[in-house]
């Protein structure tokens, strides 16, 4: 079966600084990752994934991801944090082909993003 | 533009009461699914539908059922509203078999309160 744990609900950043948003995952067969974004009250947009192309991953928002296989990891970085980038982000992790499309979520980190 | 749409973004219902939550997307999608979002447990899968008429529990299907007589439209039900039942309950569509990516496009969310 497929997990996701994302270390740490809550983060706080200052303006400027780096965000890093920790994704580690379980998987039976070969994954295809993903990130998501809830601004308050909206629902979630997809920010990137991973489908065993490139293992570094660009996104929107100037966010990007590295799939790292033998740390079964998907961290999620962005070099400088905005105001805007205040959210709750899930990482997510696909089920196989044999389960459909579903996907396997995380419990959320939420970002806090200090002036 | 993709687009997933849900009834109400607040509800407010009394324990016992039956329940109806609606979600319409205009993809063509053939897969859609029914999730409930609380704090710390991330999004979790309630029930999936691959077609018209057909249903597959989720991870927690246990007081509810859904109803899917067009393609579009994916319709949850509570059949008798408990106080453990208040949560944010999310909708979401993917394209069937689309394995590249496994994507699924996300609605705003109705969040529920039963008292």
């Known amino acids: 079966a497929q997990s996701v744990t994302q270390l740490g609900s809550h983060v706080s950043v200052s303006e400027g600084a780096l965000v890093l948003l920790r994704c580690n995952y379980s998987?039976?067969?070969?994954?295809?990752l993903f990130w998501y974004v809830q601004y308050p009250n909206q629902g979630l947009q997809l920010l990137l994934k991973?489908?065993?192309?490139?293992?570094l991953v660009k996104g929107i928002n100037g966010f990007e991801a590295e799939f790292k296989k033998s740390e079964t990891s998907f961290h999620l970085t962005k070099p400088s944090a905005h105001m805007s980038d205040a959210a709750e982000y899930f990482c997510?992790?696909?089920?196989?082909?044999?389960?459909?499309?579903?996907?396997?979520f995380g419990g959320g980190t939420r970002v806090l993003v200090k002036p | 533009d993709v687009k997933v749409t849900q009834s109400s973004r607040y509800l407010v219902k009394r324990t016992g009461e039956k329940v109806f939550l609606e979600c319409v997307q205009d993809?063509?999608?053939?897969?859609m699914f029914w999730y409930r979002q609380d704090p710390g447990l991330g999004l979790r899968l309630i029930y999936f539908?691959?077609?018209?008429?057909?249903?597959e529990k989720g991870d927690i299907p246990e007081g509810y059922s859904v109803s899917r007589e067009k393609k579009e439209r994916f319709s949850l039900i509570l059949e008798s509203a408990s106080t453990n039942q208040t949560s944010m309950y999310l909708c979401?569509?993917?394209?069937?078999?689309?394995?590249?990516?496994?994507?699924?496009?996300f609605g705003p969310g109705t969040r529920l309160t039963v008292t």
């Open positions: 993809m063509d999608h053939e897969n």
């Open positions: 991973y489908t065993s192309a490139a293992t």
């Open positions: 998987s039976s067969v070969p994954p295809y």
């Open positions: 997510a992790v696909s089920r196989g082909k044999a389960a459909g499309n579903k996907l396997t």
């Open positions: 539908s691959y077609d018209v008429k057909m249903k």
């Open positions: 979401a569509s993917s394209r069937f078999r689309d394995y590249s990516t496994y994507e699924q496009y």
